[in-house]
Structure formats: C-alpha cells, structure tokens
C-alpha cells in the first residue's frame, strides 16, 4: 500500500469558471480519480486547510506526495515548507506538476531559481527521451498536447539524476519536461504538463506517467534524524 | 599552445559537387580556418593518409581531436580506434561532429549504440540550456540554422556530464545538440550540427563554439599507463 | 517472475583447493542458492558450455545477469561479448561482481579501462552512502568483511548514476565499491565484494544487495532495436 | 585578474589560544597569503564586519567566494545568505571548506541537511580519484594529513557533478572529501580538509587544490537576471 497525498493550491478552481469547467472538483481530485487503485490510498490537502492540509500526521503518513500550485505559492508558511523539505529527506517521494517549479518546496529542494521561459496557449509534443526508465513505462515514442502552455530553456534547475521527457512546442521552444532528482532520501519527479486551463490530466499518457511516477518514488526506507552523528567509538579500536 | 588534429573522412567533398561548393577544401580545412590563432597549432587528418593520418606521433602529440566522418565509419580500421581510445582514456580532449554521433571512436567510448531519428533538410534552433558552461561563453540564448539535418530523440548515449545546447526542429523533434562526458582523463563533446551540405562551420556561434570546446577539452594532466596497479605495499604499514 | 542467469567463469573453483572449499559448486551456485525464490528463475551458465552458456536462447530469456570473471576474461568470444552488449542497451540489466571489473563486458559497456589498484588478503568495511537507494534496502550503515582483496582508487570508470557503497580497507585504501550506470534501457549495478578465496557470498548484508540488486535491474523494458530510424515523415506537416 | 573574497567566521582565532597558534591571523589571511598572486585580487569578510562583510559592492565585485564558518553559521542573516545565493545562481563560484558543510549558504544551495559522522583527531589519506579534473592538476595519487578531524560517510549531499577526492580515516571511516557542483551558472567545490586546530592550509598540496579550484570556479558568465521571462513572442512566427 502507497499512502499518496495530493496537493493542490486549490484557486484557480474557483475562482475561473474556465478552469472549473475543465476541472469542476478541483486538479487534485482529478488526479486522485486516475490514480485510485487497490494499493494506493490518497488523502487531499489544500491551501485553504488548517496547516494547509499538512499537518504532522498527514506528511508522517505520506510517501508520495503530489504539489499543484501557481498563483499561491508564497501563502504557503515557511513553517509548512521547512517539515516537507525535511520529510523528502527523509524518504518521502515528491512529484511537482507543472507550475510548481516556482513553488517554495520545488526551489529549496533543488537550490536554484527553477526559473523559465513561458508562454500560454501553445502546442507540445512530449519526447520520451529515456525509454528504460521505469518512469516511462509503456509510454509512447512521443505523443501531443494540442494546447499547452509553453514552458521553455533555459530552465534554473541543477543537472537531473535523469531526463525523462523533453518537450518541443510549436512556437519553436524546447524543455526539459519530465526530469528526476534525489534529495537524500527522497525521489523527486517533476512533469511539466499540467496548465490548469486544459484537460491535461485527462490525457491517457499524462495518466499512465504519473501512476508510474508514484512507484518509482515510493520510498524504501525511511530514515529517523538528519543530524550529524558524534561518532565518538572509533569503527577500529 | 594546444595541439589540435582535425580528422576527417574527407569523401563527401570529393564525391559531390554539392558538398564540395560548401567546403571546396575539405570541412577539416574549413575548421582549421576558423580555430586558427597563436595559441592552437592545427594537423590534419584524413582517411586516405598513412594510419589514417593518425601515427602514433600524431596522437602523443595532440590535445585534443576533432572527429567528422559519416559513410566510411567501417573503413577506420580498428587498431586506429583502439590508440584513439586509449589516448583520450588518458587526458586527450575529443570533439565528436554531426554523423560522428556513429563513428566507432564515439560508440566505443560511450558504449551504447548512440543511434538517434534522422531525416534531411530541416531547420534548426539551437537553444542553451547552460549558460554558465565554458562551452557556452559568448553564445546567445538561441540561435538558427536555417537547413540542418534534423538529428532527433531518443538518442543513445549514456547521461552526459552536462548538455549545454538543445536543438528544436522545424518538422517537430527535439535533440541533445551538445553534450559533455569524461571518459578516463579524457573531456568529450559531441555537437550536433555540421551536415556536409550546408555551410554550419561558417556560422558564427557554432565556431565560437567549437573554439570554446577546444579550451574546455584540453587536458590538464596525460596519464602514463591504463594499466591496473599492484599496490603490494600497504600504505599502512 | 524475473529470469536471472548466473554466468560465472568457474575455473579457480576447479584449479584450486582452497577455493574448492570455500564454493564447492562453484560460486554461480552459491549466488543461486540464496537468490532462488518463488518470484525469480535461475539459469546458470560458464565459459566451458557452448557459446559459453549464453546461447541467443538464453540471452533472450534473461531479465538480469550476473557476471563473474578473472583470469580467462579473453576466452569469452568478442561475438558472445557483442550480444551480451546488445541486450543491455536493449533492457537486460547486468550486475558485474569483483573482478568482473576487468571482464570484456564491463569495459565495452563503460568504454573505459575500469583499472584500479590491488593487493590480495585485506580487511575491507563496507559504508552505505546511499541509504535511500533500493538497492540499499536492509543494509546497515557499515558491515565488515573480514578477508577480502583490496581494490583501490583510482578506479577507471565513467561517473556512476549512483554510487551506493564505499569501501574502507585496513591497509590504506578507499573504492567506490558499489555502483549503478544505465547504457541503453539496461540497468547496471557492479558490487565489488567477492573474492574468490573467502566466504563473500554467504554474508547476509552481500546477499540482502544482490537480492536487492536483481529486482532494481530487472527491466521496465526491452527495444527491438537499436538502429536508427529514418524519420522520412515529419511530424509536424 | 579572478576577484576572490575569503570569508572566514573569525571566532576560534579569537577564543582559542591553540588555534591563535595556529593561525595567528585567522584562517582567511592563511588562505590570502598562499592564493596572492598577479591574476587573483584578494578581499576578505569576517562575520563581524558590517554586513558581514559582504555588502552589495563586495559581493558584485567577486568572482569566487571562500566560506569558512563553523559555530556561528546561525549569526550570518538569511538576508546575506540570500544575496550570496543569488550571486551564486548568476555565476559568482563558491568554495566552502571543512565545517561549512553546515553553514545557511551551503545547505541552500545544495538543498540538502549536509548532515555527516564527525570524530575529533582522526588521521586522514587523501586520495585522488578524478586525476583528470582541473582541481587536481599536480596532486599525487595520495597525500597524508597527519591530524585532520574525522567526517564520514554518509554525508547529506546531492550527487555531486564530480567526486574529486576521497578520505580514508585511520579511525575506519571514508568521506567524499573533495567535489563539485553546478547551481545556475555557479561552480561550487566543497573540500573537507580545513579543521581550525590542524595546520592544514599549511599543508602544499591542500593549497595547490585550492589555487587550482579559484581557476576552476571563475565564472565565465555572470547572469542580469533569476526571473522567468514572459516569452510573448513566438520564436516561429
């Protein structure tokens, strides 16, 4: 069993009535409803809950927690952001969807700016660059987005452990758009695809990579501190 | 001063007219042309010469190789590639152009099959991913070549050191254009553009390129020996 | 159900007495021994049998190989060598043990000398840096090996994806002695621990990594194929 | 001409009679008077300074910042530690010493807890891994440091990009003591040896590392800007 927590900012929702045509019960159930399987158990939080939804108990229970968030990153405490930062250490698996590269988390696992080029309302075909990868498991050589927003290179990230996908848009960017990292103990899966606006998560492939992407990083263990250790007993006498 | 060899098969310039109106003296000269200064000293190579052109001489003496061939890969014979390898095992930088991606020096170094999707006459953007890297110093955001064969993903290397341009084509793919490994004490870049019918070595950025990977491949220490050691003493005693 | 073959040069077990007693059967049925489980499927193969047991039958059949060598790495045909490449690149994971290092397989796959220094009859304490790796699962922070060959840095190897073990020995030195590289869509873990001389095999921090290592390699893929691919259709019409 | 400012906490010179001895005129003068020479202009901050030391124009004028810090890292204000960080991303290099694997800047750079087993007056060998690497240009395959606090694996760390040197402690432990990363166009080196009690700094090839690491982080590019670019132009009109 795969204790998932998704995680959605939860605004765009209500306040566009565009986006809420597209996703009526909000991105976070969307994704839970494809998800939803016999081993895999998933609780929602949203910004608009108490301790956003992210409470000691939640996060201690979570190995792969979902991030959706766009115009509310910085209503995210500091507090909040500093327990996930150390649960992912510690082993928790962490998937960011699309905007999410400005999140707070996003920024303080990876140390950069995650900074991009964007544009809406743009095209992409997603390359699978890396078809070994368990990540990339039964997904196309490429497969289209018919409308996307554009996000393009220069990305601020550190060099990724891997690079899934790589997305090409139809007014002439390129990008890195399914890329993975490990932060001590935690895996970390960041997939581009994801405007609110569109029925991304929907998409079949979309679907299929990111049930993929919660195996890949479930954890397998979970470690206790993250202090140095006084390790006063030499190993040889 | 740093020695550069320029190897090249030389057989698409003398076989078509086509070619040869690009690069009347051979796309080795054409580089050469462009690389020289007081501080690189330039040989030539090509596949009719003795050894290839690659004496022992010429490859104790040389820092770093540049590498273009495409129909005749098979007819390097494999003594020649063996030296090859061992000199950029132990520091001699290696720059790999275009259908190099196929040469046996290439895929032996990497060991994977670097195959790729092919298809002629597209067009090209170049765009940086890096910046901050060497390689990239002096070189726009992105920059075009209006004809270049489009080289697309999935391609077969194993994760570069760091990718530094990423192409997107025209006709819908994308591709790691340039990329960095190290091999033994040996720094390698392969870059993607340079096919034998348009005039890429002309351009601007890819020579301000190709003159920063020159710098960035020179070794800065040759080992003497590949060889495993027997370390019979024990540094403790 | 994942289809592991043991490949094992088995010829210091038949030369000498003292390993004799040590792997009675051969170190392939050693490693067999503790692998074999309801979800795994042992074939075993040596340099004697024909094709050196690695007939294209078994080849195509095996999900992860294991791969012990030393002193007869140039009996195994350069052919059998091409085809065992081939099916890593195509998605068979490969674990290389101890002097394996040296194997044909090993260098081709790395394209690298993979030289080190060594000196028979050390102490070796093994240190997991990488706790979270699934390959690490189980194991504590250090385990200790009481006999074992030493080998040391330098070790002439492209940088690993991950490196999960580090070896400390009494006698001075340091080895990246556990380490991951994916070629291709195959997946490859080389664990140096596994002299011929000493009980290795049947410590249970060595069996828990090889166990461990079979289910991380086992692939999430196979390619059909590594040619290029002509692309004469554009994607984008 | 590289820009270097050195960094150093400033307090154990000032407590401590045994490492006054030492470094009678802290560790940054130390490190200044091996670094002077034609090509490097050296400034240096202590935590005492205004701003630390490291007010707008210090840091816009430095192309690589030294970082010695080890019981004060809390006294240094998030707000120099964000300029810093900042300056980092747009190419400023970084080298943190010793026990500013714990200081605010390293761990937000990296993202990581940077937690490690530590032990008072071990005995260190350092070894070379990476002989081919522009920070070990000139060092031997090994040298010894007489007293040396230990650090041991596992060390809270990303991947680095290149692991450079290795410890191996007397005590029995082992340490990733040498590597590099890159963060935005930023060269970071971090380098174990350096405890305020031992005159490490003293020690010829500890400095030769060094000197070779100020070339190495010089950056060869500084960005205007961390923003993400609204791209309202399409490249493809």
């Not at 699309?98 to 964007?118: D, P, Q, V, Y």
């Not at 390359?127 to 554009?150: D, K, R, T, Y």
């Not at 581009?192 to 979309?206: D, K, L």
């Amino acid at each position: 069993m795969i204790n998932v927590t998704i995680w959605n900012e939860f605004k765009h929702e209500r306040n566009s009535k565009n986006v809420r045509k597209v996703y009526p019960e909000g991105i976070h159930k969307a994704i839970g409803s494809f998800l939803d399987s016999d081993d895999i158990n998933i609780t929602y939080a949203t910004l608009d809950m108490e301790s956003c939804g992210l409470t000691d108990e939640v996060i201690n229970n979570t190995d792969v927690l979902f991030w959706w968030g766009h115009m509310a990153h910085n209503e995210v405490p500091d507090e909040i952001v500093t327990k996930v930062h150390d649960a992912v250490l510690k082993g928790m698996g962490l998937i960011v969807l699309h905007s999410g590269h400005e999140s707070k988390i996003f920024k303080s696992m990876l140390g950069t700016a995650c900074n991009l080029r964007w544009r809406d309302n743009d095209r992409e075909r997603v390359w699978c660059v890396n078809p070994g990868h368990p990540i990339a498991a039964g997904i196309p050589e490429s497969f289209e987005l018919p409308q996307e927003e554009m996000y393009g290179e220069p990305f601020g990230i550190p060099n990724p452990d891997d690079i899934i996908f790589m997305g090409w848009f139809a007014g002439g960017e390129v990008f890195r758009s399914g890329c993975t990292f490990t932060r001590g103990c935690g895996r970390i899966f960041y997939f581009q695809p994801g405007h609110e606006e569109y029925p991304i998560y929907y998409n079949e492939n979309v679907q299929k990579i990111l049930k993929n992407a919660v195996k890949w990083a479930a954890p397998t263990r979970k470690l206790d501190s993250l202090a140095c250790v006084h390790a006063a007993e030499k190993p040889e006498k």
